[in-house]
């Protein structure tokens, strides 16, 4: 199936431990991207490459790195991770036009606890 | 920057019943527009979209006009079933440098009875 893949799905863990979410897309798209949806279901953007380069970072704190590997595959690292971190994070990737219309899909999201 | 508003509702409809969830943007130059469903559990799938003025964006009995002059992308069904309860995001991307980000608004849960 042609589609954007997480994983973990679920993600709990312990405070202070580091943690990595793995996203891969098979859509030929040259650029990925992590959304964070807090308890509210609000969405944020964090992150964004396109062919590999960091193009977008949302006031994040650095205790979390992306890692673009290659243009399918976006990583998120998250360290010493802390109560606030959780929540479900959506991947996403979409096909860069260089115009106004940017169509992202989205992946079925991964969702953290931190206890 | 860009912003998106919209009913935060909770919004409880009967099944049939006309649905209506408001959305204004502010944004720079011209963004394209899109409204996004999340249904239970699941990740978000992009429900419809405009890409300019007056265009009409429309999927599954949903409808949703961009007005320029308004500044609005309301969306719209006729008839509401059980299984479109889900959570609704209105959303643009901007255009030029900024069209790589997806500016979300904060999302309206829909729940509908039978």
């Known amino acids: 199936d042609t589609a954007v893949s997480q994983t973990p799905k679920y993600l709990v863990t312990q405070m202070g431990n580091d943690k990595s979410i793995k996203c891969e897309q098979n859509l030929g798209h040259d650029t990925m991207y992590w959304y964070k949806q807090d308890s509210k279901k609000f969405l944020k953007i964090m992150f964004s490459?396109?062919?590999?380069?960091?193009?977008i970072n949302e006031t994040v704190p650095n205790r979390f790195s992306p890692k673009s590997p290659d243009k399918a595959h976006l990583n998120l690292h998250i360290n010493s991770l802390e109560l606030g971190d959780s929540a479900v994070y959506f991947c996403?990737?979409?096909?860069?036009?260089?115009?106004?219309?940017?169509?992202?899909?989205f992946g079925p999201g991964t969702r953290l606890t931190v206890l | 920057g860009n912003s998106v508003t919209q009913m935060e509702g909770p919004v409880t409809l009967s099944e049939e019943a006309f649905l209506t969830i408001n959305c204004t943007y502010t944004?720079?130059?011209?963004?394209?527009l899109f409204w996004y469903v999340q249904y239970p559990g699941e990740g978000l799938q992009l429900l419809l979209k405009a890409t300019k003025a007056d265009d009409k964006g429309s999927n599954k009995g949903f409808e949703a006009t961009y007005r320029k002059e308004t500044t609005s992308f309301h969306l719209e069904k006729g008839s509401v079933q059980v299984s479109d309860s889900a959570v609704y995001f209105c959303a643009l991307t901007g255009s030029g440098g900024s069209n790589y980000k997806l500016t979300f608004g904060k999302g309206t849960l829909l729940t509908v009875n039978p």
């Open positions: 490459y396109n062919n590999k380069e960091l193009i």
């Open positions: 944004a720079t130059g011209y963004p394209s």
């Open positions: 996403a990737s979409s096909q860069a036009t260089g115009g106004s219309y940017n169509e992202q899909f």
